[in-house]
């Protein structure tokens, strides 16, 4: 087999291949950068948490009308939102913290959206909402996942000001301004929109991989933010391709295959990055010789 027909082949021969391939890439250029703030805000858990919240959402639209991309996005959209408010509204009122309130809601979540997809579908339709289906990307679930990254990248730009000095500082923005809670809560709607968008692809249980796998990975690159966030996207558009092609030839589950070799990347660079393992301890002034 040539390089040619290993690498390239599938993706000009088969159009659900180029339909998953285009899906995966457009999903990557928003996502990365919203796992890096998420990563920098020390939120990486609350990515995991919102996208088991999208679930009953997402079910209750597959109640309604099946498998249609719309419903199925609105639901998701709604019901993450619902789930983000109610933690912040327990937190806020509450002695309890926002990560445990996410918690306790999505545990409630996961468990009522399997209960609702189990009420009117198969264990298959069960398992395309849980883990998606990447390679079943038709033309409407195209412009739903474009329209996704455009409104996350303009989004991104108008709160980066802010984004930023929370991560440097995460209680300065709310000290010096009363605008701390909205941003905060515009950027979960952020992470939100981009799970329901990965949803499509990758399920409910694996669209956070895409997000913060390449975002954790490119940490140990660069410093800069807009590095970081450079790097993650490329990292996820090499994870796509790879995980696509793993898939291809030698018949396994599609989003899996993305989000192993996104964990692949993830433990090379751990050890082998400039900021990794290998490279610190090698460059330690406690290793070095006089």
């Not at 996502?31 to 990563?39: H, I, K, Q, Y």
């Not at 999208?54 to 249609?68: D, E, M, N, T």
């Not at 709160?159 to 440097?168: Q, S, V």
């Amino acid at each position: 087999m040539s390089l040619y027909q290993f690498l390239i082949e599938p993706f000009v021969q088969f159009g659900f291949m180029n339909r998953a391939l285009g899906g995966a890439m457009i999903l990557s250029l928003s996502a990365g950068p919203v796992g890096v703030f998420l990563m920098l805000r020390r939120m990486s858990l609350t990515g995991d948490a919102m996208a088991h919240a999208i679930l009953p959402g997402a079910a209750a639209g597959f109640l309604v009308s099946g498998l249609a991309i719309l419903p199925m996005t609105i639901g998701g959209f709604a019901a993450g939102l619902i789930v983000a408010l109610l933690a912040g509204l327990v937190s806020r009122f509450t002695i309890q913290r926002e990560d445990t309130s996410l918690a306790a809601f999505y545990l409630i979540s996961l468990a009522l959206g399997v209960m609702l997809v189990s009420l009117k579908g198969s264990n298959v339709d069960l398992m395309h909402v849980l883990f998606g289906t990447v390679l079943a990307l038709n033309n409407d679930a195209l412009v739903m996942i474009g329209a996704i990254a455009t409104i996350s990248l303009f989004g991104l730009a108008l709160l980066w000001r802010p984004l930023f000095a929370e991560c440097l500082d995460p209680t300065f923005l709310r000290s010096v301004s009363k605008a701390g809670q909205a941003v905060h809560l515009m950027f979960l709607a952020l992470v939100v929109l981009n799970l329901v968008g990965g949803f499509q692809a990758l399920g409910t249980l694996l669209a956070v991989g895409l997000m913060m796998l390449p975002a954790a990975a490119a940490r140990f690159w660069v410093r800069s933010l807009e590095g970081m966030c450079a790097l993650a996207v490329l990292f996820g558009a090499i994870s796509s391709y790879f995980g696509l092609l793993i898939s291809y030839h030698l018949s396994v589950a599609s989003g899996p295959a993305i989000i192993l070799v996104a964990g692949a990347i993830y433990v090379t660079s751990l050890f082998f990055g400039r900021r990794g393992v290998v490279f610190t301890r090698v460059t330690s002034p406690r290793h070095r010789v006089a």
